[in-house]
């Protein structure tokens, strides 16, 4: 974790740090039953998340609340994708993160 990660991260989603934990656990399970399934899921991850970090260096630093909004939903993606059955506050999904690009972009 960053530095200053606690007090730099909203309580709101902080509260939600356990279940990230627990969804990582889980991951780890399931990646020794069926590695495949897992890179396959990777590989429809990681271009979302290649994306999001070009953004964040193409802003310089300048902070953006949707961009912020953007981020903590790829956390969702991967609890969606990896730990299914901890559920997520609302539905997310490839094609939903795909709205936020295009409301981000205009």
Not at 48 to 74: I, M, N
């Amino acid at each position: 974790m960053p530095k200053r990660f606690l007090a730099a991260t909203p309580w709101p989603r902080l509260q939600h740090l356990p279940r990230y934990l627990k969804g990582i656990v889980l991951r780890l399970d399931k990646l020794r039953a069926d590695p495949a399934r897992d890179s396959t899921r990777l590989a429809e991850l990681r271009p979302q998340e290649q994306r999001f970090w070009r953004l964040v260096a193409d802003r310089k630093g300048v902070f953006d609340e949707r961009l912020e909004d953007l981020r903590w939903l790829l956390e969702e993606l991967r609890i969606s994708f990896f730990a299914q059955e901890l559920r997520t506050p609302q539905p997310v999904s490839i094609k939903r993160l795909e709205k936020v690009w295009s409301q981000l972009n205009s």
